[in-house]
C-alpha cells in the first residue's frame, strides 16, 4: 500500500481551525501595529469567539461525526460545551478589560492566551482519543500558567504561577501515566475502543483499576477536589482578579467534559470502581470548601474555597449514574452534573465580574470588607452580587437552587439518602459564608464613598449575567432539556 | 378549570414591589410610600374573591392553577386552597396593609427598599399557603427567607446582624432536611404533588423519617420548645414591620405545614409521636409562659407569649381521639387561634412599636404612667392585652376555649395544664400592661409623649374591630375550614401501612 495522504474531513473541526487562525492573525496585528492596535486586538478576538459560535452552530447536526481517525469527535455534547466555552470565554474579555487596562495588561499576549487556551478546551470537548485528551489539557494549561503570571511585576502572580505549574505539571503527569495503564489493560487510546474493550472485559482488571486511580487523580487536581484542592486557593489569590475570572470558569466546563469523556463515555463500565472513589473526594471537597470557606477574609480566597464545595457537589452527580449493577438514572446524573457546571460557571462569572467591576485603578477588590456598603452605593450590582450568594448557598429562585436540587435528586435516587443529609448540612454551613457577604453589602455602611464606574458593556453584560442566575432560577427547564438532550443524543 | 385568582394573590404584591424598587433613592420616597401603599392594597383586593367564592361545603382544592415547570422531574406550578389555607391567604394581604402604613413616617431610610421586602415577603407567604407542588411550596418557604433576612439586617435594632444570621442559618437547618423528605416522597411516587402524597402508601419506618424531617422543618418556624431560640432575638432585632410579619404570618407556616405535610402523609407516625408532640407543647405553653413572665424587654415579652400562643396550636393539632370530637375541636380551636393570634400579636407589636417610636426603648422599666399622656393609646392596648390574655369577647379567648375543650375531652389533665396557660397568660400580659401604662408618670421622657396620631388610630381601629368581631362571631372563620378539617381527620384515620 502507497504512504497516501488523504486529507481528512475537516468540517467538524472548522470551529478549532478558525480559532488557531485567528490566534496567529491577532499576533501578527500585534506584531506589525503595535500598540495601537489594543482596541482591534480586543474587537478581533471577541469576533473570532462569535465566528466560532456561529460555525458551531452551522456545523451542528445533532449526529455523532467523528474524524482525524477517530481521534476527534463531533457530537451534540460537543457542540454545547464548545457553546458554553465561547460565551464564558467571551464574557470573560468583557468584564476584564477594564480592569487590564486600567493596569497596562491589556496585551496581545493576553488575547493570544485565552484564545489558545480556548482552543485547548475545544480539543479536549471534542476528544475521542486519550491523546487528543491530553493535547487539549496541555494546550489549555500552558496557557493559563502563564496567564496566570502575566502580571509578572506582581511576586504574588508569579508565586501562584510557579505553583500551579508545578502542581498542575504533576497532575498531568499522573493522568498520563493511568491513561498509558488503561491503555495497557484495553490496548487502545481510542474512546469508544476502550469502552468496547471494556464491555467484552477482555481487560486486565489489576493493571486497569491502578490506572483508574491515577486517571481519577489526575482528574481531581484540574477539577481542584479534595484532597488535591490544595493549589486552588492559592491560585485564586495569586492571580490578578481577571485571571481568577478565567480560571474559574470555561475550564471548569472543560475538565468536566474530560472527565465525562472518559469516565463515562470510555469507561463506564468501571463505574462501580471509579464512582467510590468519586465519591470520597466529592463528600470530602464539599465538607472542607465549606469550612475552610468559613475562615476566610479574603473574598477571592473565599470563593476558591466555595468552587471546591461546589466541585463536590457536582461530582456527586456523576457518582449516582450506576448503582445496583444497572444504569437506568445515568442520563438523570449525569445531566445533573453537567446542569451544575453550568450553573457554577453563570454564577461565577457574575461573582467576579462584580468583584472587576468595583476596582479600579490602583485599587483591587480583595477582602470581605471591601464589598462593605454596597447596596447604598449601588444598589443594582448590590442586587446582582446578592443573587450570586444566594444562588450559591441554593436558595430558590436562583439557578443554584435548582442545580442542588436536581443532584440531590440524582442522590436519593441512587439511595444514597446519608450522603445528601452530609451534602445538605454542609451547604447550611456554607450559606453562613454567603450570608456574610450579604451582610457586608447590605447591612454595614460604606467604607468608601467612590463611585463605581464602568463601561457600558460591561454593566449590560453584568446586569444580563445576574439576571440569568434569577431567570433560569424561574424558568429552569429549559436548560437543563438543553444539557439532557445534548448528553442523550451524545452517549448512546 | 385553571383559575388565577392564586396567582394575582401571589404575583400582585411582588410586580408591586419592583415597582416601588424602580422609584430609586431616598429622594423618591415620597413616591415609594403610596406606591407601597396601592400594591399592598391591590394584593388584599385579589385574595376578596378567594373567600366570597369559596364553596364551605367541600374539603377539595379550590382555585385550581396547574401548569407544568420542570417537565424533567415533573415540577408543577400548581395551587389551590381548601379552608385551612385561605384564610391565611386573607390574613397575610390584609396584614402587609398595616405593615405599610405603620412605617410611613418610620423609616426613613432606603423607604422604597423597606417597602419592596414587605410586599415581596407578602407574595412569596401567599405562594406558600397556596402551592400544591412540593418544590414550588419549598421554593416559596425558602425564598421568603431572603426578604425578611433583609428586613432584620437593614432595619433592625443594635444586635441585628447576629439576629438576622442566626434567623437565616436556623429556619435554613429545618427546611434543607425537609427538601430531602420532599425528593424522597417523590422517588417513592414519582411525583411532587402534595396531593398525591396524601394518598401514597408509606411504611412506619419511612413514616417515622418523614414525620421528623418535617418536624424539624416546622418546628423551627413554629416555634416550638426546643427550637424557638432564634424567635426572640429576631422579634427584639427586627423593625416593628419585621415583628408584625414574622409573628402574625412566618409563624403559622410552620403549623401550617404540618397540617399540608405531617399530618396527611405520614398519618401513623403522626398518631406516634403524638404524645410526644404534646409534651412539648404543653412545655412551650406552661414553661415559656413562665420564661415571659420575667422579661424586661416588652418585645422579648410578646415574643415568649407567641411562642406560648403557638404551643396552644401545636397541642390542637397532635390530639388523636377515637370519636374525632376532641380532635376536631382541637385543630379547628387551633387554625383559630392562628389566625386570632395574627391579629393580637400583631397589633400587640403595632403597640410596642408605637411607643418605641416615641421614646426608643423596649424595656418596661423606661416606662410608666403612660395612661397619662396616651389615653386613646392605653384603651387600644388594653383591648389587645386582653384578647392576648384570652378574655372571652376577643378572638384570643374563641381559640383557647375550643383547644382546652378538645384536650379535657381528650384527657383532662392534659386540657388541666393548658388552661393554666389562660392564667399565666393573663399574669404576664396585664402585669406588663400595669407596669407600662399604669401610675404615676415616671421620667420626664414619657411626660412628653404624644398620643397616636390618625394614622396610628386607624391601624389600631381596625385591628380592634377584627378581634372583636373574631371574639363575637367566629362562625365566618370556622364555617370555612369545617369541610377541611373535617376531611383531613378522616384522612388521618385512615393507616397508611
Keep these: 500500500m502507497l504512504n497516501e495522504f488523504v486529507l481528512p474531513n475537516l468540517a467538524p473541526a472548522y470551529p478549532e481551525l478558525l480559532l488557531l487562525t485567528m490566534a496567529c492573525v491577532i499576533l501578527m496585528v500585534d506584531a506589525f501595529m503595535g500598540a495601537a492596535s489594543r482596541a482591534l486586538v480586543a474587537a478581533l478576538s471577541l469576533l473570532t469567539l462569535f465566528g466560532c459560535a456561529v460555525l458551531t452552530a452551522l456545523t451542528a447536526t445533532g449526529e455523532t461525526t467523528l ?88 511576586s504574588r502572580s508569579i508565586e501562584a504561577a510557579m505553583k500551579y505549574f508545578i502542581l498542575g505539571s504533576l497532575a498531568s503527569g499522573l493522568l498520563l501515566y493511568g491513561l498509558s495503564m488503561m491503555y495497557g489493560a484495553t490496548g487502545t487510546l481510542e474512546i469508544n475502543g476502550v469502552l468496547q474493550a471494556l464491555a467484552m472485559s477482555q481487560a486486565n482488571d489489576i493493571v486497569l483499576v491502578f490506572g483508574l486511580v491515577f486517571v481519577v487523580a489526575g482528574f481531581a487536581f484540574k477539577l481542584g477536589v479534595v484532597p488535591f484542592h490544595m ?41 462501580p470502581m471509579w464512582q467510590p472513589m468519586l465519591l470520597i473526594m466529592a463528600v470530602l471537597s464539599i465538607i472542607v470548601g465549606n469550612l475552610a470557606a468559613i475562615a476566610q477574609t479574603n473574598i477571592k480566597r473565599m470563593l476558591a474555597y466555595s468552587g471546591i464545595s461546589h466541585m463536590g457537589f457536582m461530582l456527586l452527580a456523576l457518582t449516582t449514574g450506576v448503582f445496583n449493577g444497572h444504569a437506568a438514572y445515568a442520563l438523570e446524573a449525569y445531566t445533573s452534573a453537567f446542569y451544575y457546571i ?93 450570608l456574610r457577604v450579604v451582610k457586608n453589602m447590605y447591612f454595614d455602611a460604606p467604607s468608601d464613598a467612590a463611585p463605581i464606574v464602568a463601561g457600558t458593556d460591561v454593566r449590560v453584560l453584568l446586569s444580563l449575567n445576574g439576571l440569568a442566575i434569577a431567570g433560569f432560577g424561574l424558568f429552569p427547564g429549559w436548560l437543563m432539556k438543553l444539557c439532557q438532550e445534548a448528553l442523550a443524543r451524545s452517549l448512546y | 378549570m385553571n383559575s388565577s385568582l392564586l396567582s394575582l394573590a401571589i404575583w400582585t404584591p411582588i410586580i408591586g414591589a419592583f415597582i416601588v424598587l424602580l422609584t430609586g433613592d431616598d429622594r423618591n420616597a415620597r413616591i415609594a ?80 427598599q423597606y417597602m419592596a421586602a414587605f410586599l415581596m415577603m407578602s407574595g412569596l407567604i401567599n405562594g406558600i399557603f397556596s402551592a400544591l407542588d412540593g418544590v414550588l411550596f419549598y421554593v416559596f418557604f425558602e425564598a421568603s427567607l431572603i426578604p425578611m433576612y433583609i428586613i432584620i439586617g437593614i432595619w433592625g435594632g443594635p444586635n441585628r446582624v447576629y439576629a438576622a444570621i442566626k434567623f437565616f442559618l436556623y429556619t435554613l437547618l429545618g427546611s434543607l432536611l425537609m427538601l430531602i423528605a420532599l425528593i424522597y416522597l417523590f422517588t417513592q411516587s414519582g411525583s411532587f404533588s402534595i396531593l398525591e402524597w396524601h394518598q401514597l402508601k408509606l411504611g412506619m419506618q419511612p413514616q417515622i423519617l418523614l414525620f421528623l424531617a418535617f418536624l424539624i422543618a416546622f418546628a423551627v418556624k413554629v416555634p416550638m420548645w426546643p427550637v424557638h431560640t432564634w424567635l426572640p432575638d429576631a422579634h427584639v432585632e427586627a423593625p416593628t414591620g419585621g415583628s408584625v410579619v414574622l409573628a402574625a404570618i412566618a409563624l403559622k407556616l410552620g403549623a401550617y405545614g404540618f397540617l399540608r405535610f405531617s399530618l396527611p402523609i405520614a398519618p401513623d407516625a403522626s398518631i406516634y409521636f403524638g404524645p410526644m408532640m404534646i409534651t412539648l407543647s404543653l412545655i412551650a405553653v406552661v ?101 392576648n390574655a384570652g378574655l372571652p369577647a376577643t378572638s384570643g379567648f374563641v381559640g383557647e376555649f375550643m383547644v382546652i375543650l378538645g384536650a379535657v375531652k381528650f384527657n383532662f389533665w392534659i386540657g388541666f395544664l393548658a388552661a393554666t396557660s389562660l392564667i399565666l397568660g393573663a399574669a ?70
Design chain 2, 428 to 497: 404576664y400580659t396585664l402585669w406588663m400592661y400595669k407596669r407600662v401604662i399604669f401610675g404615676e408618670v415616671a421620667n420626664p421622657h414619657v411626660a412628653e409623649l404624644t398620643d397616636i396620631n390618625c394614622r396610628e388610630f386607624l391601624i389600631l381601629g381596625v385591628l380592634a374591630i377584627a378581634v372583636l368581631a373574631m371574639g363575637l362571631y367566629p362562625y365566618p372563620f370556622t364555617d370555612v375550614m369545617h369541610a377541611s378539617v373535617d376531611n383531613l381527620l378522616k384522612h388521618v384515620a385512615v393507616s397508611k401501612l
Design chain 2, 33 to 112: 410610600r403610596p406606591l407601597a401603599l396601592i400594591s399592598a392594597i391591590a394584593g388584599l383586593l385579589v385574595t376578596i374573591p378567594l373567600y366570597t367564592g369559596f364553596d364551605h361545603a367541600t374539603a377539595n382544592m379550590q382555585f385550581v392553577e396547574q401548569y407544568a415547570w420542570i417537565e424533567r422531574f415533573n415540577i408543577n406550578y400548581f395551587l389551590g386552597v381548601d379552608g385551612i389555607s385561605v384564610l391565611f391567604i386573607l390574613l397575610n394581604s390584609f396584614i402587609t396593609i398595616f405593615v405599610v402604613i405603620a412605617a410611613w413616617e418610620v423609616i426613613e431610610t432606603r423607604v422604597a
Design chain 2, 287 to 387: 414553661y415559656i409562659s413562665f420564661v415571659a413572665l420575667v422579661q424586661q424587654d416588652m418585645k422579648k415579652l410578646v415574643a415568649y407569649s407567641s411562642i406560648a400562643h403557638m404551643g396552644f396550636v401545636t397541642l390542637g393539632f397532635f390530639m388523636f381521639d377515637s370519636n374525632r370530637m376532641g380532635s376536631m375541636l382541637g385543630i379547628e380551636g387551633a387554625l383559630v387561634q392562628m389566625i386570632s393570634h395574627g391579629f393580637v400579636s400583631g397589633a400587640m407589636f403595632l403597640c410596642i412599636g408605637v411607643m418605641y417610636d416615641r421614646l426608643h426603648s423596649r424595656q418596661i422599666a423606661d416606662y410608666g404612667g403612660v395612661v397619662n399622656t396616651m389615653p386613646k393609646f392605653a384603651a387600644f392596648f388594653l383591648l389587645f392585652a386582653m384578647a
Design chain 1, 231 to 271: 493549589w486552588v486557593p492559592d491560585v485564586y489569590h495569586g492571580a490578578i482578579t481577571p485571571m481568577t475570572l478565567f480560571i474559574s470558569t470555561a475550564p471548569k466546563i472543560a475538565t468536566f467534559a474530560m472527565v465525562l469523556r472518559i469516565l463515562v463515555f470510555g469507561a463506564i463500565p468501571l463505574a
Design chain 1, 342 to 434: 453550568v450553573a457554577y460557571v453563570l454564577m461565577s462569572l457574575a461573582s467576579f465580574g462584580v468583584l472587576l467591576l468595583m476596582s479600579r485603578a490602583g485599587y483591587e477588590v480583595e477582602t470581605l470588607e471591601d464589598l462593605k456598603g454596597l447596596n447604598q452605593r449601588s444598589p443594582w450590582y448590590a442586587a446582582m452580587m446578592m443573587f450570586v450568594m444566594f444562588s450559591m448557598a441554593g436558595i430558590p429562585f436562583f439557578i443554584g437552587f435548582f442545580a442542588k436540587l436536581s443532584v440531590l435528586l440524582a442522590v436519593i435516587e441512587a439511595g444514597l439518602i446519608g450522603v445528601a443529609i452530609v451534602a445538605v448540612i454542609f451547604s447550611l454551613i456554607g450559606a453562613f459564608y454567603y
Design chain 1, 67 to 154: 474524524t482525524f481517525s477517530n481521534m476527534f469527535v463531533d457530537d451534540a455534547f460537543a457542540d454545547l460545551l464548545k457553546m458554553l466555552i465561547y460565551g464564558s470565554v467571551a464574557v470573560v474579555f468583557v468584564y476584564s478589560r477594564s480592569f487590564l487596562r486600567d493596569r497596562g495588561l491589556d496585551k496581545a499576549e493576553y488575547y493570544v492566551l485565552v484564545l489558545l487556551a480556548t482552543l485547548g478546551m475545544m480539543v479536549m470537548a471534542s476528544a475521542n482519543h486519550f491523546l487528543t485528551v491530553y493535547l487539549g489539557l496541555e494546550l489549555m494549561s500552558l496557557s493559563i500558567y502563564a496567564l496566570v503570571a502575566i502580571d509578572r511585576e506582581s
